[in-house]
């Protein structure tokens, strides 16, 4: 009887746990199943994205609906809908007209049709909130002074000029005349004070930034801050010299109506300030006509609210959308767009006292010379309050104009994304926390502005928040010239798919209202990569569109690996630059830039003039991520990692070197200490602000002893045990300082003493790694310009890699590689710009039998006479034999030479029995650009990159075989043809497009199948 008690209890004990393990099991392989199926078989959620440009006015149902089945058939499933004017001529449909608003009710339709999400932009333009409904009461607004001296000890009669407006940089007075006039009209005055004129000049430097008068666009404009510095130490100013917050008189009510103000002063001089609110300038630039109007107040509810009643509101109103639901089809409306902010920056609104008292604690008046630059009380305390303002600012951005914006999109059933850059007065990170979806910018190489920064920031904040997916506006351009086509930019693809990236938005695909029969057809003036229809390349594209689809699943699977959290110090504007050592240089891919100079002319800077940042930055072997301070508060600690809600996890924490920080932030940070985490950094000194003061820095003080000691700063690196975490610190982060950070090889040093190996080691390869249960996913590229053969060390082992094919979806098992001590090694071979990825998920043991790549013998060369056919796109149609292949832009025949478009190469060739069971692949050599490739009329595939290689096992027979291959260029030489017509008078053109980027002396581009075509054997 007990033998039959033990073996029910011993089963009860068993069956649960068999249970639990046989559910795991099936769980795990259900995950890889759908890893494999999805990589497969991507999802429209894998597949990539346009900005959908409308060209004031012109837009047309018919258009719409052929770009919409243009993008479906190359595998192109998200839009961002924007409509500009770029100096195109206007089109017939004005915006918001009745017109206007059936045309966008049909766009809705179709897009739901077709499976197209849909995104809507916030306001007409390609940035911010305005339009013609915001009444220059609701717009942003600055607090401006004028400023008259007196003497007193009598009773003074003087006249204080109204405060003028400031002038905007960057598309300032973009108004009509009406929206002018208001401009200079508008005033409201707030406030008049007076004071005793400090003697000489001290005044505060740079105060128009550290007041928010103007953000200029970091990325494109010359001497732009990262960041404004802030100090534990101020220069002492004699007490003359500055003014006493006691001896203020607020002389408002002796102001008149007229401008004079009437008072009786203390004997001295005395400065009277004038202090009114005036309008920014910042206008919906660059709106269509009907859509131009001031900007909102970016701090104010009611503002955003108004404007988005007038505008998105009105658009799903008229379409009769309400709200999307789980039930929602894929396609349609999914959610509104914020791009990036180019209005600039304000520093004031109605109730903005109010506000600062309730969230700082005390009274900004006395402070308000500081916007012009005086200093009150101590330059210290003067500071303190600039920094302060800037904050309160930040906060009423982000919860009264993005937070509005937000939940208005939520109450809609729409998410909300947001690229947080380019001239906010918010740090970031800090707005890029507000989105659904952060998104970042990067411009084609060589032909735009240095955004790079921009996909640090973005990717973090994805990261931490453990959103899978990560926007970015793609390949954006200046004068790109029609002459981009994937295979040219599949360097900088694979750059940014390693850098986080996993969902491209390219840059610009602008509706084509015209007729088929014009092409190229419609562009955005000279602005974007021409993304669209009317390319010649455009069905082949697919192949691409794909190879992005495979890439982008597997790098929406799981969370991110990275070991290092930088902490972003507190602050706004801020723009997050991780250490310049923590990437490694590119020479083979360094472009020039363009900057933008205060008068508004662009300069070139070519990668020899500052080769520092012309680089494609590629992390290394440790991967990171960056944290704006309002998120360090969500963090935890477990098993000495830095942790998150998301699942974001991190080795250590390391600290900007900064000499201020709240003791909110510094609490926080011991807080994590004493759970367990190693945080490298040095002290802060005092806090950056007014608030609290003095009682914050004795506050500072106190922190800093019990994290850091109180014995001198170390001259080595001291580790230091904290509760249950360590404090990392000495000198060494000093001297090393790069960015604000320490140097790359002083942290690294710092993990590799953790006995944490870097996560991914080869030359001359980048990578990205993601995370999830029951397999790990490198993504691998050759980023050298060259062939490579390289050992790739991965930080896992105990389990088989597999290869994954992200260009052909083939998907096979490493052969050869070795496993131990938390590392696998594996010999890889790269063709130029190829990628794989390398995935783990299943247990094994090492092995180095066997090879991991194909070696090829050529079987045959193709040196027969070809036959080649031209269509009428883009030249006359006709057919050649040729007996050797050239470059078209070699040919003796003009309508070859200049031709763009497709050509058709046909020629057949013979195989034996024995050599038709072969595994036979088809390589191409050289081509120009891109070729779709038939085998006895069955379609074997698209060549757009290396290797020209294809497959044709499956396709091939005994005897004779018909080879077709359909080759096609870009518009460039057809262009360049066309201009050198037009230069001679001539009539006949063959193209026509709104913007001309070239004449008769731009050189023509390489094009046609230049080979040699081979047929080659595997022989291993």
């Known amino acids: 009887m007990l033998i039959g008690y033990l073996k029910k209890y011993v089963f009860f004990l068993i069956f649960p746990l068999f249970l639990l393990f046989t559910m795991t099991q099936c769980q795990q392989k259900n995950v890889q199943d759908n890893l494999e199926n ?46 500009v004017n770029t100096g195109i001529p206007r089109g017939n449909v004005n915006m918001l007209s009745d017109e206007w608003l059936d045309i966008f009710k049909h766009l809705v339709r179709e897009c739901e049709r077709l499976g197209v999400r849909l995104s809507l932009g916030t306001g007409p333009g390609w940035a911010g909130t305005g339009g013609p409904w915001v009444n220059v009461e609701e717009s942003m607004k600055h607090l401006v002074s004028s400023t008259v001296t007196v003497q007193g000890n009598r009773t003074v009669k003087v006249f204080l000029p109204k405060p003028q407006a400031r002038n905007r940089f960057y598309g300032k007075f973009a108004f009509t005349a009406e929206q002018r006039k208001d401009w200079e009209n508008y005033y409201e005055d707030i406030i008049v004070l007076a004071f005793p004129t400090p003697k000489g000049d001290k005044r505060i430097t740079d105060v128009d930034e ?3 008068y103007g953000r200029y666009p970091y990325s494109s404009m010359y001497g732009v801050k990262q960041y404004l510095p802030t100090s534990a130490t101020y220069t002492t100013i004699p007490s003359d010299c500055l003014i006493n917050p006691d001896e203020i008189i607020d002389v408002s009510s002796g102001l008149q109506d007229d401008g004079t103000l009437v008072w009786n002063f203390p004997s001295g001089e005395w400065t009277i300030m004038r202090f009114g609110v005036r309008n920014t300038g910042a206008v919906s630039s660059p709106a269509p006509l009907p859509g131009l109007g001031f900007e909102t107040d970016k701090l104010d509810t009611t503002a955003i609210a108004h404007h988005l009643e007038n505008f998105a509101a009105k658009l799903f109103k008229h379409v009769g959308f309400e709200k999307r639901t789980e039930q929602s089809p894929y396609g349609g409306l999914a959610a509104l767009h914020f791009d990036s902010w180019e209005m600039g920056a304000q520093n004031w609104t109605e109730h903005l006292r109010d506000e ?35 904050k309160t600012i930040q906060e009423l951005i982000l919860e009264n104009h993005l937070g509005y914006i937000r939940k208005f999109a939520h109450s809609h059933g729409l998410e909300l994304s947001i690229e947080p850059y380019d001239m906010t007065s918010t740090a970031d990170l800090e707005l890029a926390a507000m989105a659904d979806y952060p998104m970042c910018e990067f411009w084609r190489a060589g032909f735009g502005f240095n955004t790079l920064f921009s996909v640090a920031e973005a990717t973090s904040m994805a990261h931490l928040k453990g959103q899978s997916v990560v926007p970015a506006e793609s390949f954006t351009a200046m004068n790109d010239g029609w002459d981009a086509y994937p295979g040219s930019l599949k360097n900088q693809t694979d750059w940014a798919l390693s850098a986080g990236i996993n969902r491209f938005m390219f840059h610009t695909f602008v509706h084509q209202s015209f007729p088929d029969s014009i092409k190229p057809g419609m562009t955005m003036g000279g602005i974007g990569v021409h993304w669209n229809r009317n390319q010649t390349w455009w069905n082949m594209s697919k192949a691409y569109h794909d190879y992005l689809a495979r890439c982008q699943f597997l790098l929406q699977q799981g969370r991110t690996v990275a070991d290092i959290l930088y902490f972003c110090p507190e602050g706004n504007p801020h723009v997050f630059q991780a250490p310049q050592s923590a990437y490694d240089k590119q020479t083979g891919n360094q472009y020039g830039l363009f900057y933008i100079h205060p008068n508004e002319t662009l300069e070139r800077v070519s990668a020899a003039d500052n080769p520092n940042i012309n680089v494609f930055p590629d992390k290394r072997g440790y991967s990171f991520d960056a944290c704006p301070p309002s998120f360090l508060f969500q963090a935890d600690v477990k098993e000495g990692n830095i942790v998150f809600p998301s699942g974001a996890t991190y080795r250590i924490l390391v600290l900007p070197n900064k000499e201020t920080m709240t003791p909110e932030i510094l609490k926080k940070i011991k807080e994590l200490i004493m759970h367990g985490a190693t945080v490298v950094g040095m002290p802060p000194k005092k806090s950056p602000s007014l608030q609290g003061y003095p009682q914050c820095d004795i506050e500072i003080a106190s922190l800093v002893d019990d994290i850091w000691g109180k014995g001198p700063i170390p001259s080595t690196l001291l580790k230091k045990r904290v509760g249950e975490g360590y404090i990392i610190w000495g000198n060494e982060l000093v001297e090393s300082q790069d960015n604000l950070y320490p140097h790359y090889d002083c942290t690294a040093k710092i993990l590799s003493e953790m006995n944490v190996q870097e996560d991914f080691i080869a030359d001359g390869v980048r990578y990205t790694h993601r995370i999830g249960t029951g397999y790990d996913i490198y993504f691998v590229s050759n980023r050298t310009n060259r062939d490579l053969e390289t050992n790739c060390i991965f930080r896992i082992d105990g389990k088989v890699p597999e290869l994954w094919d992200p260009l052909t979806g083939e998907i096979r098992k490493i052969q050869s590689f070795l496993s131990d001590n938390g590392k696998t090694i594996i010999p890889m071979k790269f063709n130029i710009n190829q990628s794989f990825f390398i995935v783990f998920r299943k247990d094994g043991k090492p092995t180095e039998s066997g090879t991991n790549y194909p070696s090829f013998r050529t079987l045959y060369a193709f040196n027969n006479s070809w036959s080649v056919s031209f269509n009428s796109i883009g030249g006359e149609s006709q057919t050649i034999m040729i007996d050797k292949l050239i470059d078209w832009r070699d040919s003796k025949d003009e309508e070859i030479k200049y031709y763009s478009g497709t050509a058709t190469y046909h020629q057949t060739f013979e195989l034996t029995d024995g050599m038709s069971r072969k595994t036979l692949f088809l390589d191409l050599g050289k081509v120009g650009i891109m070729a779709k490739v038939w085998l006895n009329d069955k379609d074997v595939g698209t060549v757009w990159t290396n290797p020209y290689q294809l497959d044709i096992s499956k396709y091939v027979q005994t005897g004779k075989n018909k080879l077709t291959i359909e080759v096609v260029n870009t518009w460039v030489n057809r262009l ?17 497009t709104t913007y001309s980027h070239y004449n008769k002396n731009s050189a023509l581009s390489e094009s046609g199948l230049i080979g040699p075509v081979r047929l080659l054997e595997v022989i291993n």
């Open 210 to 212: 550290k007041s928010l």
């Open 976 to 992: 360049i043809g066309d201009a050198i017509l037009t230069e001679q008078g001539k009539s006949q053109k063959h193209t026509s």
């Open 38 to 83: 999805g990589f497969l078989n991507p999802p429209n959620s894998a597949k990539s994205g346009v900005y959908w440009y409308f060209m004031d006015g012109n837009l047309s149902k018919e258009g719409i609906t052929k770009d919409l089945e243009a993008m479906v058939r190359v595998g192109i499933s998200h839009v961002i809908f924007l409509e």
């Open 356 to 390: 600062f008292i309730a969230r700082r604690k005390y009274d900004p008046q006395p402070y308000y010379p500081a916007y012009a630059g005086f200093i009150v009380e101590s330059l210290e305390k003067t500071e303190r309050f600039l920094w302060d303002l800037r």
